[in-house]
């Protein structure tokens, strides 16, 4: 018989184990940010993308919404209604608590991470979002102010269009969902309710095509951040478990303990 240190641990209760998530969470976004100061080539060809490709959607600003307000139906609005919500706070609120609470229920740690992370996600996106909307103060569609108009540092929700929060929350979540099971499924089940959810603002007349663009870009990289900053501790775990053990076993002839540094 073999018994493993780690095997003889005991699992902590539910109040611990809550605890412990908490503290991987500033551990995650300590790293994130941390990484910051290792900015490259490959980190500037990205956010040029998501700023060329922002930029590329405004000419189409007006256009866009036009076509959203001139093709209203009862059957479109419960749709987007629907995808709304759920990108709202409390909508992701419910989302991200039932996933967290769910796995911790039942055991699962890949749920109950997916939930932290889908946590962590909104966390991070979220302070990029709400930093721009400040910084560009750009005019919401109902305003009628048109697609060129930024109140600069403006801190008045009607002011708050670039970019969208909506689309930025629901496209880190289900970026992290959709890493976390990497199947087909998850990506499609993950981006077809973020796509959802990030029509449904336009058509809402609260953003235009440009600010669901590059909220859906502060999302999916957001996610990507956290999902990467969560494997890089675990396999730095695993590696201190290799360089570390403990058994005993007994056999025939005794027990035999082994202890390794």
Same mark, same amino acid.
């Given at each position: ?6 095997? /003889? ?139 060129? *108009? ?21 496209? *880190? ?20 309710? /973020? /796509? ?66």
């Amino acid at each position: 018989m073999i018994v493993n240190a780690q095997e /003889a641990e005991e699992k902590p209760g539910p109040g611990q184990t809550i605890l412990n998530d908490f503290g991987k969470v500033g551990r995650d976004l300590l790293h994130v940010f941390g990484n910051i100061k290792d900015f490259d080539s490959q980190d500037a060809l990205i956010y040029t993308g998501v700023i060329a490709g922002s930029a590329a959607c405004m000419p189409f600003d007006e256009d866009f919404r036009d076509f959203m307000l001139n093709n209203r139906s009862s059957a479109a609005d419960k749709y987007f209604d629907f995808h709304n919500e759920l990108g709202s706070l409390q909508g992701m609120g419910i989302i991200v608590g039932s996933t967290y609470l769910t796995g911790l229920v039942f055991d699962s740690d890949k749920l109950r991470g997916t939930g932290r992370l889908m946590f962590e996600a909104l966390l991070l996106s979220g302070i990029y979002t709400h930093t721009l909307k400040i910084t560009f103060g750009r005019s919401r569609p109902y305003n009628e102010e048109g697609a060129c *108009s930024y109140k600069w540092f403006e801190t008045k929700n009607m002011y708050y269009s670039f970019p969208s929060g909506h689309s930025t929350g629901v496209f *880190s979540m289900a970026t992290v969902f959709a890493l976390r099971y990497d199947k087909w499924w998850s990506y499609a089940v993950g981006y077809s309710l /973020a /796509a959802g959810t990030a029509f449904a603002r336009p058509y809402k007349d609260q953003h235009w095509l440009s600010d669901i663009f590059a909220g859906a870009c502060i999302g999916t990289l957001s996610g990507i951040a956290v999902v990467k900053a969560d494997e890089y501790f675990n396999n730095k775990s695993k590696q201190d478990q290799a360089s570390k053990s403990f058994s005993f076993q007994i056999l025939p002839t005794g027990i035999n303990l082994n202890y390794k540094f």
